[in-house]
């Protein structure tokens, strides 16, 4: 789980830097564009094996409504106080203003939806449990199958920009509960579920290549960067997610690692400050003068260094001592 998280905290960083070439598309260099939509093909696992790494630790737990409610007010809480810390960077650094009518519909920054999501999936934890506990594998089966075949309905609907207005309940337009569910399943029955490595490996080069060949084919025809093939409700990218977790959980044999322990510990924390840095490079550096494949490796590292080195320092600081932060 350690190394999956530290990987996954990773590609998070890397797929931002990514995102910031291809956006300028069509006034980046062809190359440099092309060096960003693939490291976004291969990143976009990231954030749907974060909630299956919660999910798989969640669920596996007996109900406690105090703890998950501690919990849940813990996030709420970490979110308000990165919010309002946001907000001074981007009034004091940025120059940028926010309007509270939008609160609830526009996170402060893009990279808070995930705490408002899981803030969302923190409240209702004991009903997950409750669902998954006892003999639950039919059930668990069964969501399996509807997960998936609804998340390529959907990604077919969305790419073909057909407006769905009734979600199907627990899945509905939003995919997150169903990796944090699919999380568990697939960790919890890892000894049951029998899928030969190179089907695992086609599957996952197939998802990979056709997030990557869709986003670059109608992108390159629209003549501005296409984002639907590789949302988080991609089938594609649904698929390769769940894949590799898959493949991790059932072969995965990692030697621990103090690096390794160590940035999973600040994993969070990396996910919440690397976004300074990345503010930094974008006011100071025009991107389009920069060749993805050298200034990618180079930023990564500065922004990971960075962000880990400020974290380091907060939880030495901070000690044993209860933070609201």
């Known amino acids: 789980m350690e190394y999956l998280r530290v990987f996954s905290c990773i590609?998070?960083?890397?797929?931002?830097?990514?995102?910031?070439?291809?956006?300028e598309y069509p006034d980046i260099a062809m190359n440099s564009y092309m060096c960003g939509l693939l490291l976004n093909g291969i990143c976009r696992i990231s954030v749907p094996i974060f909630f299956m790494i919660s999910g798989a630790l969640l669920l596996e737990q007996n109900i406690d409504y105090k703890k998950n409610t501690k919990r849940a007010v813990s996030m709420l809480i970490k979110t308000v106080m990165w919010g309002i810390l946001f907000l001074l960077w981007d009034y004091m650094y940025l120059g940028d203003g926010y309007s509270f009518k939008m609160l609830f519909a526009v996170p402060v920054r893009v990279h808070f939806w995930y705490m408002y999501v899981m803030i969302g999936i923190y409240i209702t934890v004991p009903l997950w449990q409750k669902l998954v506990?006892?003999?639950?594998?039919?059930?668990?089966?069964?969501?399996?199958?509807?997960?998936?075949?609804?998340?390529?309905?959907?990604?077919?609907?969305?790419?073909?920009?057909?407006?769905?207005?009734?979600?199907?309940?627990l899945i509905g337009s939003s995919c997150y509960a169903g990796y944090f569910i699919m999380g568990y399943a697939i960790r919890h029955y890892i000894d049951e579920i029998k899928i030969k490595k190179w089907i695992c490996t086609l599957v996952l080069a197939i998802s990979v290549t056709a997030t990557i060949v869709l986003t670059y084919y109608f992108s390159v025809r629209e003549r501005t960067h296409i984002e639907i093939f590789s949302d988080f409700r991609s089938i594609f990218v649904a698929l390769a997610s769940m894949t590799v977790f898959y493949l991790v959980m059932k072969y995965g044999k990692f030697k621990s690692s103090l690096w390794v322990r160590i940035m999973s510990k600040h994993s969070f924390n990396i996910y919440m400050i690397h976004v300074f840095f990345l503010d930094i490079l974008q006011q100071n550096i025009d991107v389009t003068t920069v060749n993805a494949w050298w200034g990618t490796p180079v930023f990564l590292v500065f922004m990971i260094s960075m962000s880990l080195a400020v974290s380091w320092f907060y939880e030495t600081l901070k000690g044993k001592r209860p933070t609201i932060i």
């Open 11 to 23: 590609f998070v960083v890397l797929g931002h830097i990514a995102n910031w070439y291809m956006r």
């Open 133 to 169: 506990g006892g003999d639950s594998k039919t059930l668990l089966k069964y969501f399996a199958i509807v997960f998936i075949a609804i998340t390529a309905i959907n990604s077919l609907l969305h790419s073909t920009k057909f407006t769905v207005s009734y979600d199907v309940p």
